[in-house]
């Protein structure tokens, strides 16, 4: 069973940057969007920021300037790059990867979350 492997969570002050990176632990095939989304105690998860296979991206309004989301569709992975990273910004990420199977119905995978802490 493939999983998708995050890296790069951790504890940093406020105003600071951390770069979250996803990666298959093995092949996955016709990926149209992957992303990130986050959820924080008592609330429910909320996107973050998606790409398409063709590089069109979407933010949510809270990480817009902030947050920058791209992809290696050769190498399948997604990253994340977090600058003035705000208290509120803690919270656990998740990737996820949308795929298509031979017949055209869509199914994901996700991560299995990686903590971000800002704090000072």
């Not at 991206?57 to 817009?64: I, L, R």
């Not at 990420?93 to 869509?106: D, F, P, V």
Request: proline share 3%.
């Amino acid at each position: 069973q493939v999983r998708l492997v995050e890296s790069g969570g951790g504890l940093v002050q406020p105003g600071g940057s951390l770069r979250l990176s996803c990666a298959p632990s093995g092949n996955i095939f016709n990926i149209v969007t992957m992303g990130w989304y986050r959820r924080t105690p008592g609330k429910e998860r909320e996107l973050v920021a998606t790409i398409t296979s063709a590089g069109s991206t979407n933010y949510a309004d809270f990480v817009k300037g902030r947050f920058t989301i791209s992809r290696n569709n050769a190498e399948n992975t997604v990253s994340l790059q977090m600058n003035s990273l705000k208290p509120e910004d803690t919270a656990v990420y998740y990737c996820y990867y949308k795929c298509l199977n031979i017949i055209g119905s869509s199914f994901s995978y996700w991560g299995q979350g990686t903590q971000v802490t800002v704090s000072s």
